[in-house]
Nanobody, 113 residues
Framework: VQLQASGGGLVQAGGSLRLSCVGS????????MAWFRQAPGKQRDLVAR???????DYADSVKGRFTISQDKAVNTVYLQMNTLQPEDTAVYYC????????WGQGTQVTVSS
């Protein structure tokens, strides 16, 4: 199984980015897909999760600004990030739960003030 994340970059505070993560190699799909992030010197934390049924869960710090969505037909999860702030700067990792826990390679998001 492979998770390929894309969409990171440099943006000014108040701007938007959209992350994408494509999962491949799992014939049964994934029970849930999620985005985590890790800032320098900090632990990796959950940003948002979406289950196969479409239920979503968000970190308090991103509620109302970030939206997670999915296209189950192609095992793809998206993270629309609006009103980005410098504290959102981190490496964002795609995660999928299937036969085990899978991780993508990470994509850097940098928000300048």
């Amino acid at each position: 199984v492979q998770l390929q994340a894309s969409g990171g970059g440099l943006v000014q505070a108040g701007g938007s980015l959209r992350l994408s993560c494509v999962g491949s190699g799992s014939r049964l799909g994934f029970a849930s897909m999620a985005w985590f992030r890790q800032a320098p010197g900090k632990q990796r934390d959950l940003v948002a999760r979406i289950t196969l049924s479409g239920a979503t869960d968000y970190a308090d710090s991103v509620k109302g600004r970030f939206t997670i969505s999915q296209d189950k037909a192609v095992n793809t999860v998206y993270l629309q990030m609006n009103t980005l702030q410098p504290e959102d700067t981190a490496v964002y990792y795609c995660n999928a739960v299937g036969a085990t826990n899978y991780w993508g390679q990470g994509t850097q998001v940098t928000v300048s003030s």
